[in-house]
């Protein structure tokens, strides 16, 4: 397979489930997965609630897909959205597909076009069913794209100096505290240190729509540096270069 950033990806949005307010972020988040060569949305473009995508297709050369409403209470956009990836995942143009959706009738998509070995990239709003988000290989809330600055600022300290949720930033938990804990251990030598990008690795494995934007950090380091009471980071620089790499061990006591 090729690179990961040489990847030809397949991008098809539900314009039904998804907003236009941050297309261009979209877009550039799905140029770190690889070159989107088909772009395509879907829906009905006769009906006014989606009349605001119609300035951004021209501007980012995405074809759009009519599929009028047949049927009341039915979805047509969904079928011919499925049936165009099955098409295109037949016709072997393609080493991967973004399904911009948040919708949970396209996790039977998402899982089939897995089986045949191809990454699948999700994209969709924080209410996106958990079956669909599972089904894919990488999911990625909209909530999170854009100004980096904003993610920034999205958790904050309160008066009290304990941390505020903003913005639709989440709070680390405990949970998160305990999937940190355990994918350490799991790729951690003998003497408890571990490559924290092997670690970012699996927790992405385990959890797909695991983003260090989703807690206010743009990179996993500083999101791991925060929680200096359960663990230690080590940077080790290697010799004659200015390439440093990260470790991660679990504090005891």
Known sequence: MPEKNDLKLAVLVDADNIPYSNIKGMLDEIAKFG?????????DWTKSTVAGWKPALLEHAITPIQQYS??????????????????????EKVDGFCLVSSDSDFTRLATRIRESGMLVIGIGEKKTPHPFIVACDKFVYIEILGDSDKIKKG???????????????????????????????????????????????????????????????TKLTPLVKSLGKYFDVDEREVEKSHIRHIYIKIKHG
């Not at 070159?35 to 829906?43: A, D, F, L, N, S």
């Not at 049927?71 to 037949?90: F, R, V």
């Not at 999937?179 to 092997?198: C, F, I, N, V």
């Open 70 to 91: 047949y049927t009341t209470g039915k979805n047509a956009t969904d079928s011919a959205m499925i049936i165009d990836a099955m098409d295109i995942l037949h016709s």
């Open 155 to 217: 958790v904050k300290e309160s008066s009290s100096g304990q941390k505020t949720k903003k913005s639709g930033i989440e709070l680390i938990d405990k949970g998160f505290i305990q999937l940190l804990r355990s994918s350490t251990e799991d790729m951690a030598e003998e003497d408890g240190w571990a490559a924290l990008s092997a670690v970012g690795a699996l927790i992405n494995k385990k959890k797909p729509d695991f983003d260090p934007r989703n807690y206010g950090f």
């Open 35 to 43: 070159i989107p060569t088909i772009k395509r949305i879907y829906g």
